[in-house]
């Protein structure tokens, strides 16, 4: 139990367009969300908490305009990385944590790894 | 910011050996967890200490915690080419659930 699916797990995009990634708990209803960003051979950075229908909570210095989550579900969030640039490209991770699930263990999914050209 | 600083950045034994990787944190916490991240792949929670706890056991793995020192260790015993990833830590302070990753160790198990 506890499966997160994410999806896409790789795209490559070109300078200026808009990205978006989804997060799914395919067997638990998901009340929270964690959206992370990887670079390579680093650690997580946590980017925003969302909860299902309200609005997400960002961490400082992360841009909420640039980086658009919505939780409209228990069981689906999206990223939206607009207006996608160079610096953007990197390794987009979302997590969950869910009714009947041990509070504090979170549930990843597998990652998307963003190009941008 | 960082709360959890593991060591060593990366670790290289033999399969059979066992492997032991170190994590420090700065503030109080409620529990420490260890995940483990298959290259390119996202993590899977692997065993959860809580602050009152002072070791712990699952298989192959066991967790000690200092709450003194402020540190962890996560011991995997019988290491398995299988095992070859990147360790990191986590700490809980706080009552929303999130989580704070340290840098991670990398494991490679030589068959």
């Known amino acids: 139990g506890a499966v997160v699916s994410q999806h896409p797990s790789r795209v490559i995009c070109k300078s200026g367009t808009s990205v978006k990634i989804e997060c799914r708990s395919l067997?638990?209803?998901?009340?929270?969300m964690f959206w992370y960003r990887q670079f390579p051979k680093q650690s997580l950075m946590l980017m925003a908490t969302s909860n299902e229908g309200s609005k997400a909570t960002y961490e400082q210095g992360v841009e909420k305009d640039k980086f658009l989550i919505n939780h409209a579900s228990l069981t689906l969030s999206t990223l939206t990385v607009t207006s996608a640039h160079p610096e953007d490209s990197s390794f987009y991770i979302c997590?969950?944590?869910?009714?009947?699930?041990?509070?504090?263990?979170?549930?990843f999914g597998a990652g998307t790894r963003l190009s941008v050209l | 910011s960082q709360q959890g600083e593991e060591d060593p950045q990366a670790l290289s034994i033999q399969e059979g050996e066992n492997a032991t990787m170190n994590c420090s944190y700065k503030?109080?916490?409620?529990?420490l967890q260890w995940y483990r991240q298959n290259s390119g792949r996202g993590l899977v929670h692997l065993i959860l200490?809580?602050?009152?706890?002072r070791e712990k056991h699952s298989g192959r793995l066991r967790v000690t915690l200092d709450t003194s020192k402020k540190s962890s260790s996560l011991l995997i015993t019988a290491s398995r080419a299988a095992d070859t990833a990147s360790y990191f830590c986590?700490?809980?302070?706080?009552?929303?659930?999130?989580?704070?990753f340290g840098k991670g160790t990398l494991l490679t198990v030589n068959p």
């Open positions: 503030t109080s916490i409620n529990n």
């Open positions: 067997d638990f209803q998901a009340t929270t």
């Open positions: 997590s969950a944590t869910g009714h009947h699930l041990a509070k504090n263990i979170q549930y």
């Open positions: 986590a700490t809980d302070t706080s009552s929303n659930y999130k989580l704070t």
């Open positions: 200490i809580r602050s009152n706890e």
